[in-house]
């Protein structure tokens, strides 16, 4: 059978988190970190350790089958995600490497609107997302393109303004640089080739996808779980908002009393808690969910 081979990132932002969900998606890989392809020890999965720059054009050139990859990664190499007709699929957003791709300016010159770019050097490592950005706004302005360490760039004299990730904007802030325009809200995507797989490997790809939706779901769910007066089921199922239908089972030893149990979508946060107690719960149990089939 043939494996599928997935990219994820070397080391850097994304490598752990992406590693993190595999293994909770049940694939178990050599732990090795100078071992750039490994097999998975139970599933015919091969990993590919690489750079992140070239997920995009491994996965379009189906060097590997998927990968996950900054969508501002694969906005820059292959571009319009969104379009049926591009080559690489996103075929899940993955909730983590949140950050947005943001034009920046120094914060001792006035700004005065996207217009302030015009005729302006601006440094990033996004040119290809820039240049479409700025034709798209009809501003005439010259990308520079630096690798790395961009925000130092107009403090030195290479541009006067920057294009760059902004997560938490400590970074452009202890750079003398403000954020004023977001070009793209990112976070980490699994991406796959319009080629096609053979089956055995389709069918495992529908199973991993099955455990990832599985994974991300319970990442945010929580089983709830009380005992409670009969008279009180009603009142307490309207405070388990977001939740399906709660099971009711019986009590063995008290007849007027049932166990309900239901799964929450979200945090459960102490005020429910203290709202169920007040309704007439008791041993109100939260517990974290490990997996999810629906
Ligand atoms: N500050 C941030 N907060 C959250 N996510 C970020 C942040 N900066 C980058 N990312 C996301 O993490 C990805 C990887 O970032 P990282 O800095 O590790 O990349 P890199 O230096 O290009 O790594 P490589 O050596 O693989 O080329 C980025 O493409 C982006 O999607
Ligand atoms: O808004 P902040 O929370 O400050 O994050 C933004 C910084 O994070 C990323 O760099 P990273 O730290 O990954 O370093 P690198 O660019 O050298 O990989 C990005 O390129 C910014 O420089
Ligand atoms: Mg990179």
């Known amino acids: 059978m043939k494996n599928l081979r997935i990219a994820i990132q070397k080391s850097g932002r994304l490598s752990e988190k992406c590693l993190s969900l595999l293994n909770r998606c049940g694939l178990q890989f050599d732990n090795r970190k100078r071992t750039l392809i490994s097999r998975a ?3 015919p999965v091969e990993l590919m350790l690489v750079r992140d720059d070239d ?3 491994y996965v379009r050139d189906g060097v590997c089958d998927i990968g ?4 501002n990664e694969l906005e820059e190499k292959i571009g319009c995600s969104k379009s049926p007709d591009n080559p690489v699929k996103v075929i899940r957003s993955l909730g983590f490497g949140s950050c947005r791709l943001s034009l920046a300016w120094p914060k001792s010159v006035p700004f005065e609107g996207l217009e302030s770019f015009s005729g302006k050097r601006i440094a990033t490592s996004y040119p290809n997302i820039l240049e479409r950005y700025l034709e798209s706004k009809s501003i005439a302005a010259e990308a520079v393109e630096i690798s790395g360490s961009v925000e130092v760039t107009p403090s030195i004299g290479v541009a006067d303004a920057i294009c760059d990730l902004v997560s938490t904007g400590a970074t452009l ?7 004023v325009i977001t070009i793209l809200e990112s976070e980490a995507v699994l991406v796959r080739s319009n080629q096609t797989l053979e089956s055995e490997q389709e069918d495992f790809l529908t199973r991993l996808l099955q455990r990832i939706d599985g ?5 945010n769910a929580n ?3 009380m005992n409670a007066p009969k008279s009180s089921i009603d009142e307490i199922a309207q ?3 977001g939740m399906e239908t709660p099971t009711v089972v019986p009590l063995s030893t008290d007849s007027s ?4 149990h239901a799964v929450a979508q979200e945090d459960v946060v102490w005020e429910t808690m203290e709202q169920l107690k007040r309704a007439g719960a008791s041993s109100i149990l939260v517990l974290p969910i490990e997996k999810i089939i629906e």
């Not at 996950?68 to 969508?71: A, E, F, M, N, W």
């Not at 802030?173 to 954020?179: A, Q, T, V």
């Not at 009393?257 to 309900?260: D, G, R, Y």
């Open 41 to 43: 020890k139970n599933h």
């Open 55 to 57: 997920i995009p054009h």
């Open 68 to 71: 996950i990859v900054g969508l």
């Open 173 to 179: 802030d202890s750079n003398g640089l403000k954020e």
């Open 215 to 219: 994974t991300l779901l319970a990442q």
């Open 223 to 225: 089983y709830i779980m």
């Open 239 to 241: 405070y388990l908002p």
């Open 257 to 260: 009393k049932v166990a309900i």
